[in-house]
């Protein structure tokens, strides 16, 4: 929706993507998904979002109570919600313990081409397209993690949203939506707080006039926002 | 230190490392920094850690505040560390609006190569094996985000020095140490905490036996960390 930060870095449209899923039906490489459905997605295979948008979401194992409460109660882990990857981008799964990713179609009629990455030795060009999609997400990631450093779970707030609106977001009349309804649980588990907070927390950022809602419950940037408006300056 | 997740992941030795320094260094395109000192770093262009290490450093400035303050007070902006970069590693700078990446030499007689994307364009396999490198990064920094999420600070703090000694640390007789030296102000800023909050959390991990010192108050995991363990079951 913004300019990408350098040209380079511009998700650019996938040059061969149409043949790449001519070849992705041909061999049954595609899969669609409902909403909230799991993509049942392995280390080591290379996923493209075909049509819908996909929710990474990561759990994390590591617990500071006592070692054995940690090994043996799996259930305590907590899931973190690590972000979107919408239509025409790649994404992976990293099972690292005692970190576990995970991906869910976000919603209905997502649809899944997964490959081996040899299968990419007969498009380089379109695997250098797919690196510098993750490149791209990497560097998204790196401006994620600045706001998920900031002391007040407000802060953390603002920014986490500021940021998904810029890289997803739709435009209206009166700013931007984000075209995807998103729990206040999945935003807590994204910026370590709580539902009870988000809450809270978005009420007052509402107050505040920094974000808004867009038709039923989406959340939205006001286009005076001086975030925004820095940015268009 | 540990195996990667899956063999394509891994970070691959640079094949045409020694011809890219060479170059470098006939096209001063390499330069040397002392501790702490600020790396010129500009968007667009391509850095790699010749030897030492880099800090990221990202800094927000999008806070709940008063939309005035933001805008007038750029003092206001936390600044966040957002990874370390080692040798034989590459790494770029986005800038954002209202994020800022920043990169500084971590440690002395930290060398770093710049190059523009173009000049890879001699170099295609060397340019796949950076995107690659990227690629790995974002994978890191998803298992990062994964603890983030975490609701308990001691949770954050305890899975953000497993994740950084699990790629950065080396091994001694009691278990793997972190390299560097990292204040728990840089600690607090990387997981949206303080340093008083960080140092006493220390403590509470130290009495647990979760992490533990090595030389000169280097963080360490200790060989008989649970986490650890349940890697190599």
Chains 1, 2 share one sequence.
């Not at 972000?83 to 997502?110: K, M, N, R």
């Not at 695997?127 to 993690?145: I, T």
């Not at 984000?178 to 988000?198: C, D, E, N, Y």
Request: proline letters at 6%; glycine letters at 6%; a neutral charge.
């Amino acid at each position: 929706m913004y300019p990408i930060t350098s040209p380079s870095d511009s998700s650019r449209p996938f040059l061969t993507w149409q043949r790449i899923t001519d070849w992705a039906q041909e061999h049954y490489r595609c899969r669609s998904f409902t909403k909230d459905e799991k993509i049942p997605a392995r280390p080591g295979l290379l996923y493209l979002v075909e049509r819908g948008s996909i929710r990474l979401v990561g759990e994390a194992q590591v617990s500071a109570s006592s070692s054995n409460s940690r090994i043996s109660r799996p259930l305590e882990a907590e899931e973190a919600f690590l972000g979107f990857v919408g239509a025409g981008q790649p994404f992976e799964i990293v099972v690292q313990s005692p970190f576990t990713l995970q991906a869910f179609a976000h919603v209905d009629q997502t649809s899944v081409i997964w490959l081996y990455w040899h299968d990419l030795d007969h498009w380089p060009h379109f695997r250098r397209e797919v690196l510098d999609a993750f490149r791209h997400q990497h560097q998204r990631k790196l401006l994620w993690l600045s706001t998920l450093g900031q002391r007040r779970t407000i802060d953390r707030l603002l920014g986490f949203i500021t940021l998904l609106i810029e890289e997803f977001g739709e435009p209206f009349d009166d700013g931007y939506y984000l075209p995807w309804t998103l729990t206040h649980a999945q935003i807590g588990s994204a910026i370590g707080s709580t539902r009870v907070t988000v809450t809270r927390l978005m009420g007052k950022l509402r107050q505040r006039g920094l974000i808004c809602s867009y038709a039923d419950n989406l959340i939205a940037l006001p286009s005076d926002n001086p975030v925004l408006q820095k940015r268009q300056a």
